[in-house]
């Protein structure tokens, strides 16, 4: 088995970001084993860390950001290429500004920044995601398979069609990632944009320090003032985004993975949910359950009581930040009974309700020993999105946005597959349990 690696020594960069174009500077850091990829905010009053995993992604168009409360760090796609592609498993890296910075538009500066550091190994096995079952992730005519797969290793390929576009036509690539082959084949690869599209970017005040010397424009006879690396550059910055994105599994993967005109977006949906099975067979394997909490537990901390506990289990759990529960939907719930008859529908009112447990959940995890209970105070925002019918699987989350010695305040979505079903901001007083 192998073991986890870190960088041995400190390393630094600097340069302004791809989309913003403020300056920031990067400190690399050893992390110690099982720590995993970290990012921190240096410029804000306390800085914040963000640990590099699918859940914590924002969303964002055309790029990779990971957000934590109301702090984000944008961009951060090509430094975790580079850092997956290293094979590294824990590292800090500190950024003193919003967005990385953007370099050359490749992922070159920062894998040689990082393998000038030195890896060295810990004394601890690395942790590995074997896709053993197929998953798709589809938008339209893109989509992006991760696929079982005989060899050791995680191998890629790209199918980027711009039939239409004789500037770029269609280009496809396959690669078996390692990081001598990232560092031939992949790292020195550029972001790029059609013509039209810079025009719209800049207009709308994005990435209006840079030229096509710094990013490649693409029209119809090629890169404008500039020159292609590789005959088929652009296939291969795909690949490199996607290498990025796949990061955020938090785990060496072990499959394959086929993508046809695959961008971040789909990148990061296909990242979640091999990131939620590599989670589950986790603790599958260490409790024998997915669940963190099951019922029994939850009836321990919950004071509702059947019918009206609308939480079956936990699934996840980060500190007093951030809770993933599931709600099974039966026939057999109550209020089918009357809403509506011959057209089975779940209240909307519940749903919020079923929210407003787990976000208890999620506090009592800050409350458990303070005598404290968090009551409803307030939702806003509230948003029902579709229909919940019996079969469908309520995934409940909440994220906390304020928590306070007498009030809190979290961000929550219940969703039915990939689908947001409903939406609100719930605000809870909290009060002592004695008074109830």
């Given at each position: ?8 020594n ?9 989309f ?10 050893p ?22 995993v ?16 109301s ?95 004789t500037?770029?036509?269609?280009q ?16 020195p ?102 669940a ?80 404290k209970?968090a ?26 946005m ?35």
């Open positions: 088995m192998k073991l986890q690696k870190t960088i041995k400190e390393g630094k960069m600097r340069g302004r970001g791809m913003g174009g403020k300056e920031a500077k990067v400190v690399f850091r992390a110690p084993a099982d720590s995993g990829i970290a990012f921190t905010r240096t410029d804000v009053p306390e800085p914040v860390r963000i640990v590099a699918a859940s914590n992604l924002a969303e964002r168009s055309r790029r990779t950001t990971l957000k934590k409360g702090v984000s760090i944008e961009t951060i796609e090509h430094c975790m290429a580079a850092v997956n592609a290293l094979e590294i498993d824990n590292v800090i890296i500190e950024v003193n500004g919003p967005e990385l910075p953007a370099s050359d538009c490749s992922c070159a500066e920062y894998f040689k920044v990082l393998r000038r550091t030195g890896i060295v190994e810990q004394n601890v096995t690395r942790k590995e995601y074997v896709i053993d079952k197929p998953i798709t992730v589809t938008a339209g005519d893109a989509c992006i398979y991760a696929l079982p797969y005989s060899d050791d290793g995680l191998s890629v390929t790209y199918d980027l069609d711009y039939g239409g576009h500037g770029i036509g269609r496809i690539f396959s690669c078996r990632l390692t990081p001598d082959s990232f560092e031939r084949h992949l790292a690869a550029r972001t790029f944009l059609l013509e039209a599209e810079a025009k719209q970017f800049q207009a709308r005040g994005m990435g209006a320090h840079m030229s096509p010397r710094d990013i490649l424009i693409i029209n119809s006879d090629g890169p404008i003032k500039n020159s292609y690396r590789f005959p088929n550059e652009c296939v291969r910055h795909k690949i490199v985004d996607l290498v990025g994105d796949l990061g955020l599994v938090g785990r060496a993967l072990k499959g394959r993975i086929v993508a046809y005109k695959s961008g971040h977006a789909l990148n990061q949906q296909l990242s979640r949910k091999l990131y939620q099975a590599a989670q589950q067979q986790e603790r599958i394997a260490k409790f024998g359950t997915d963190i909490l099951d019922i029994r537990q939850i009836s321990k901390i919950l004071p509702h009581r059947y019918p009206f506990l609308l939480v079956d289990k936990v699934i996840e759990i980060e500190g007093d930040t951030r809770i993933k529960a599931i709600k099974n939907v039966s026939f057999n719930e109550q209020f089918f009974q009357g809403h509506f008859p011959g057209t089975p529908i779940m209240p909307g009112v519940l749903i919020v309700e079923a929210m407003a447990q787990v976000s208890g959940l999620l506090f009592a995890q800050r409350l458990e020993h303070t005598g209970l009551v409803l105070l307030s939702m806003d925002n509230v948003k029902l999105r579709k229909s919940v019918v019996p079969g469908d699987q309520l995934i409940l989350i909440a994220e906390t304020r928590l306070r010695k007498r009030t809190a305040q979290c961000r929550c979505k219940a969703m039915v597959g990939d689908a947001v079903v409903a939406e609100a901001q719930i605000k809870f007083m909290l009060i002592d349990d004695e008074k109830l």
